[in-house]
């Protein structure tokens, strides 16, 4: 059964940070290109970032580059999303993606509200 569990969402000032983490089980994650979604309220879900299968390329939406950053770890199926200097624009729920020959599998989510 595949299945994408993400977590470490949460209420956050602004010019704060948090990590979400998104584990994967029931496929071969190793193989797969991984990406983080976002969607905010009111807004259409927009990609945030991806990395590829063995962490050699990663790329960001202009929006977040420079303050988010993605990476994995193969061993423990596991893809990560650092956010530093976070915003009120941020606020969304974040989603894990795997890209795999062709088929996406979508976590549940997680929520991330920027606010004072």
């Known amino acids: 059964q595949v299945q994408l569990v993400e977590s470490g969402g949460g209420l956050v000032q602004p010019g704060g940070s948090l990590r979400l983490s998104c584990v994967a089980a029931g496929f071969s994650f190793s193989n797969c290109a991984m990406n983080w979604y976002r969607q905010g309220p009111g807004k259409e879900r927009e990609w945030v970032a991806v990395?590829?299968?063995?962490?050699?390329?990663?790329n960001y939406a202009d929006s977040v580059k420079g303050r988010f950053t993605i990476s994995r770890d193969n061993a423990k199926n596991t893809v990560y999303l650092q956010m530093n200097s976070l915003k009120p624009e941020d606020t969304a729920l974040y989603y894990c993606?795997?890209?795999?020959?062709?088929?996406?599998?979508w976590g549940q989510g997680t929520q991330v509200t920027v606010s004072s």
């Open positions: 990395i590829t299968s063995a962490g050699s390329f990663r």
């Open positions: 993606n795997a890209r795999c020959n062709g088929r996406d599998y």
